[in-house]
């Protein structure tokens, strides 16, 4: 499990425990990538971090399927029953 301590200048500082085999592919290809270790794993788990955050955040279509998402949304919209029950036990949502 990682550990997160903060240092004296803002910046974090992440700890995390590897086995034998995992250490030695991070440092061979932090080596092959001529970095340093610590500038390898950034580089590497912020564009991991980057890419769940965004598929996460961000809903990507295609033309075809944009344009019947349109469709749908130009619809006039029906009443469901459930959700007018739902929203009349809880007229708000719960702030998060």
Known sequence: MAQTAQSGSGRRRLEVRVSEEQD???R?????QDTTVTAFLLETVTARA???VRDQRDLVLSNVAFTR???E????AEV???LVDLFARHPRVPEQ
């Open 24 to 26: 030695a592919i991070i």
């Open 28 to 32: 061979e290809a932090a080596e092959v």
């Open 50 to 52: 980057r890419r769940v």
């Open 69 to 71: 998402f349109l469709a």
């Open 73 to 76: 949304l130009d619809k006039p």
């Open 80 to 82: 469901v029953p459930e």
